[in-house]
């Protein structure tokens, strides 16, 4: 669903083996992965090299309430971006977050 928005998975961090490994404590399956939209990354990048430091966008995927289900959130890169105080990054903002919103509805 990421790929179908021109998202390419570029971090993933498996934070059940990170705890399992680091401090011995047993955890759900979690994964964080890093999305990145390249075309939209070096359009905020262009329009500010310090927005480098909220890219990718982060989504979690893990084990719901039961071993049976999967949950799958994102964050919203509109509040996100808004911590900048770029106005002029607001309109790529809301494209990523709809590119987003679209993957999670996918998913459904």
């Not at 084990?63 to 919203?76: E, F, L, M, N, P």
């Not at 890169?77 to 996918?106: H, Y």
Request: glycine share 8%; net charge negative; charged share 25%.
């Amino acid at each position: 669903a990421l790929q179908a928005e021109g998202f390419g998975v570029v971090t993933e961090i498996n934070m059940q083996a990170t705890f399992k490994n680091k401090l011995g404590i047993d955890y759900k399956p979690y994964k964080v992965l890093g999305a990145c939209n390249p075309k939209l990354a070096h359009q905020a990048l262009e329009s500010d090299e310090d927005i480098g430091l909220l890219l990718p966008c982060n989504v979690a995927v893990y084990q719901g309430s039961d071993a049976s289900t999967s949950v799958v959130s994102v964050i919203d890169p509109v509040q996100q971006l808004s911590v900048t105080g770029n106005d002029g990054i607001e309109p790529m903002a809301k494209e990523v977050k709809e590119r987003l919103d679209r993957v999670l509805k996918a998913l459904e």
